[in-house]
């Protein structure tokens, strides 16, 4: 299979039928062997029925129907495993995004790159509760990945296969995946795509979902920078409270004994001594930390690195 296009449902019957007409349009004339992946999560609408009805009448769909609403990260992740194409495309079935953009991500993975990141460069969205925090998160979420991207908030994007299969994806992480595979050191490139405005249905997010953006991006960062090596994030903060404690402490035992002041009572001592078991028990989740890091790596044999290219492959190997 060339082509999976992934599209998470949920609550979204009055879109299918032309969702699915304008997929099929915009792909059956580049002569891709393609298929599309509709996953229902839990919809509580006719979504399945009607996601059923046109899988029926066209083998090229493919509908996966979760047991309830799991949320759109394992959504996406389930499309994932049941796609078969080299390159797999992720997008909404609201039909803000337009599919006629799908063979442009398509011809930019041509070019070398991993990943194809759509851009929404003319949003139709309200300004202030939607564009304004979207342009804001997009801002701090490139800062501190450090993968530079104008719209994470867009699900239209292209993926080479072997880059998506290395993902997995928990929480509400879908939208941090070009972050994520920058850990195997991928070229991404961004995309302007075509941007609609809801016609019928009802908007699954809002200002509400911030919060568990700005945890989910501390997840994220912890990922980028320290999966593999815990201590040096937990060990450093531990140094940090335990120096701070000793000095604190080696202040109070100067002053008891060359100053002859009373410490009873003193708040600072106490600060020092809760200083000092902190930075003691940081240390030592970083140490369970790394532990359980190489465990992970070990027990399932898998390495800490990702390869690109091997030419000349050694006689007698696999990959």
Not at 157 to 176: C, D
Not at 235 to 248: E, K, P, Q, R, V
């Amino acid at each position: 299979m060339d082509l999976s296009v992934v599209i998470p449902v949920f609550n979204e019957s009055p879109n299918l039928e032309a969702l699915h007409q304008e997929i099929h349009a915009a792909l059956e004339p580049t002569g891709l062997d393609y298929e599309a992946v509709f996953v229902d999560d839990g919809s509580r609408d006719d979504s399945f029925a009607v996601l059923a009805r046109l899988a029926k009448d066209d083998p090229r769909d493919v509908v996966v129907r979760l047991r309830k609403n799991f949320g759109q990260t394992a959504a996406m992740s389930a499309g994932f495993d049941h796609a078969t194409g080299k390159i797999v495309v992720t997008m909404d079935g609201d039909l803000q995004n337009d599919p006629r953009d799908i063979p442009k991500l398509v011809a930019k993975l041509t070019e070398g790159y991993d990943i194809a990141a759509g851009w929404r460069h003319d949003r139709q969205d309200t300004w202030l509760t939607r564009k304004l925090p979207s342009k804001l998160a997009n801002g701090l979420i490139s800062k501190i990945t450090g993968v530079k991207l104008h719209d994470y908030g867009c699900t239209l994007k292209a993926f080479k296969a072997e880059v998506i299969q290395n993902v997995r994806l928990y929480g509400e992480l879908h939208r941090f995946i070009p972050a994520i595979a920058s850990l195997m050191g991928v070229s991404i490139a961004e995309v302007k795509v075509n941007h609609r405005s809801r016609k019928a249905g009802k908007s699954k997010y809002g200002l509400g979902r911030t919060p568990r953006v700005l945890l989910d991006l501390i997840t994220v960062k912890f990922l980028l920078s320290y999966a593999t090596r815990p201590i040096q994030i937990f060990g450093l903060w531990g140094l940090a409270a335990f120096g701070a404690g000793f000095l604190l402490g080696l202040y109070y035992t100067c002053l008891k004994f060359f100053a002859g002041v009373p410490l009873w009572g003193k708040p600072g001592l106490f600060l020092a001594v809760l200083l000092l078991f902190i930075g003691v028990q940081l240390i030592c989740i970083g140490l369970l930390g790394e532990m359980q890091v190489r465990t992970y790596y070990e027990a399932q044999a898998k390495p800490i690195y990702a390869v690109r290219q091997v030419i000349n492959h050694p006689k007698g190997r696999q990959d």
